[in-house]
């Protein structure tokens, strides 16, 4: 393992277990491939968050120079520029192995360019552009990693829709945190139909409202996770399970939020290691599933939703 790769597993062991986790039972190139596209994204998020390996956020009072710092590093590593940063050697060596297109690099750090200018979302529709950027755009990228053609556009959509459900659930689950450092996620057209302030999303006042909302965005995610598991069938089977297991896992978060009610936010939900290892042999049934039975039929014709590819 070279000295990239073991910083890159690093990054993601203490960054996040559940992918970590996911992430072992790629194979073993394809694992050092993916460690390294997150290691590079872990660090352009920490940059502009004020974080380390996705702990104690902390506003930063020079975000924009930060953000043009990261689009700047980001265009030398694809031009093949010697990069200072491990991070972005790490990426510059799985960009090009994985023909990864400057467009989705750039579309990721636009992502955090939303949360740098503050913007809020009036609309589903608004915050998925959002999702995009921060998420989608990742699970497309990830499907490069896996093998996946850059002009395999059917695959790369199912993808990017896994990417849509796991961001999706990810504001569910942080509604109230987020709200506390003044990142407002949750369309503005739901916080007027509950009469929810956006300075008040975060007062235990409004929870009630608050768990309205994120049901909703769990079950905004639903069709997204469905459709992403039609994805499964072109990848490659170990690839197809670790996918699979992280699909589990995410989802379940969702529904353990919308089981909790308004009582969601008085400490992190988190899953269970046994309902993690239970996720993970679903996955792994599923993903045979996809490679024996969903390969030998026509798959369904992906529902009209929301997507950028």
């Not at 991070?87 to 636009?110: H, N, S």
């Not at 409202?209 to 499964?232: F, I, N």
């Not at 679903?282 to 039929?297: K, N, V």
Request: aromatic fraction near 8%; charge should be neutral; include cysteine.
């Amino acid at each position: 393992m070279s000295q990239l790769e073991a910083q890159s597993r690093e990054a993601i062991q203490k960054g996040s277990k559940s992918f970590a986790a996911a992430a072992a039972l790629f194979d073993a190139e394809t694992r050092a491939d993916a460690e390294m596209l997150y290691a590079w994204c872990r660090h352009c998020d920490d940059v502009i968050d004020g974080q380390t390996l996705g702990h104690g956020m902390s506003p930063v009072e020079d975000a924009p120079a930060r953000l043009a710092a990261l689009y700047a590093q980001t265009r030398a590593a694809l031009a093949g520029e010697p990069p200072a940063d491990p991070q972005f050697a790490a990426f510059q060596t799985v960009a090009c192995r994985r023909r990864i297109p400057e467009r989705y690099a750039l579309d990721m750090i636009d992502g955090f360019a939303m949360d740098v200018d503050g913007r809020r979302y009036q609309t589903l529709d608004d915050l998925l552009d959002y999702c995009w950027g921060v998420a989608g755009v990742v699970g497309t990228m990830m499907a490069l990693v896996m093998g996946t053609k850059p002009d395999a556009l059917s695959t790369l959509r199912r993808a990017q829709d896994l990417g849509l459900a796991f961001q999706l659930t990810n504001i569910a689950r942080d509604i109230v945190e987020d709200a506390r450092n003044d990142r407002i996620y949750v369309p503005r057209a739901w916080l007027a139909e509950l009469g929810v302030p956006e300075t008040a999303v975060a007062d235990p006042a409004h929870r009630g409202a608050v768990a309205v909302m994120a049901k909703r965005l769990v079950d905004a995610a639903e069709p997204y996770y469905a459709s992403a598991r039609w994805g499964l069938r072109d990848l490659p089977l170990r690839c197809a399970w670790a996918i699979a297991a992280a699909r589990g896992v995410y989802r379940q978060i969702g529904l353990d939020v919308v089981q909790a009610g308004d009582k969601a936010w008085d400490e992190r939900v988190v899953v269970s290691g046994r309902m993690k290892a239970l996720r993970a042999l679903e996955g792994g049934l599923i993903a045979l599933r996809s490679a024996i039975w969903d390969r030998a039929i026509q798959p369904p014709q992906r529902p009209d939703m929301w997507s950028k590819i």
